[in-house]
């Protein structure tokens, strides 16, 4: 059975800083990229950024580009999102995803999801 497990979510004041975690466990992730989504209340989950195995290749939406940075360590099986300059419209729970293939932003691509951490920044 795959898992992964977020951490790292909380309250955080606009302006401020928060680092997501996302653990996985159960079988090999290798050739596994992983992402992130986010769903804030009352609006579909939506994409965040993704990172592929070998470490090259990265993706990030428009609406976090330049505040926002993916991470992983592949001998920890960990991934990371790193947030900085947060913003009110980016509370929202934020799941963690995995799929073997290409970075993609497209949520039916991944076939393993987190249960999700709630991030909330106040202004």
């Known amino acids: 059975q795959v898992q992964l497990i977020e951490s790292g979510g909380g309250l955080v004041q606009a302006g401020g800083s928060l680092s997501l975690s996302c653990a996985a466990s159960?079988?090999?992730?290798?050739?596994?990229?992983m992402g992130w989504f986010r769903q804030a209340p009352g609006k579909e989950r939506e994409f965040v950024a993704s990172?592929?195995?070998?470490?090259?290749?990265?993706y990030y939406a428009d609406s976090v580009k330049g505040r926002f940075t993916i991470s992983r360590d592949n001998a920890k099986i960990t991934g990371y999102l790193q947030m900085s300059s947060l913003k009110p419209e980016d509370t929202a729970i934020y799941y963690c995803?995995?799929?073997?293939?290409?970075?993609?932003?497209?949520?039916?691509?991944?076939?393993?999801w987190g249960q999700g951490t709630q991030v909330t920044v106040s202004s």
């Open positions: 995803a995995a799929r073997r293939g290409a970075v993609t932003s497209l949520q039916s691509n991944y076939n393993y």
């Open positions: 159960g079988r090999t992730f290798s050739g596994y990229t």
């Open positions: 990172i592929n195995w070998s470490l090259r290749n990265t």
